[in-house]
Nanobody, 126 residues
Framework: QLQLVESGGGLVQPGGSLRLSCGASGFTSDSYVIGWFRQAPGKEREGVSC????????YYANSAKGRFTISRDNTKNTVYLQMNSLKLEDTAVYYC???????????????????WGQGTQVTVSS
């Protein structure tokens, strides 16, 4: 059974950093796109960053460019999201998601993932 488990969320001050991890089981991550989505109260869900396992191609939302870095370790079936220079507006529940046969950009912007993790809360507050 395919499962995605997020970890690494928490409370951080503005300007701080966090690293989220998404552990995948039940499938081989190099055949999927795995990405990070977030949803804040009262806001639409946003595709933050996605990475394709086959070739490592990535997509970043404008809100993430220059501050967030997505990476993967196929030997551990794990995808990471390093978040630096965090802002108050980054506060949200962050979800890991996966889909096959898609590009990183399409999954982050258009085509809904097939599988979701349970989410991890990221709170940026002073």
């Amino acid at each position: 059974q395919l499962q995605l488990v997020e970890s690494g969320g928490g409370l951080v001050q503005p300007g701080g950093s966090l690293r989220l991890s998404c552990g995948a089981s039940g499938f081989t991550s190099d055949s999927y796109v795995i990405g990070w989505f977030r949803q804040a109260p009262g806001k639409e869900r946003e595709g933050v960053s996605c990475i394709r396992g086959r070739d490592g191609s990535t997509y970043y939302a404008n809100s993430a460019k220059g501050r967030f870095t997505i990476s993967r370790d196929n030997t551990k079936n794990t995808v990471y999201l390093q978040m630096n220079s965090l802002k108050l507006e980054d506060t949200a529940v962050y979800y890991c998601a996966a889909r096959r046969l898609v590009t990183a950009q399409l999954m982050c912007t258009s085509l809904p993932p097939d599988f979701w993790g349970q989410g991890t809360q990221v709170t940026v507050s002073s």
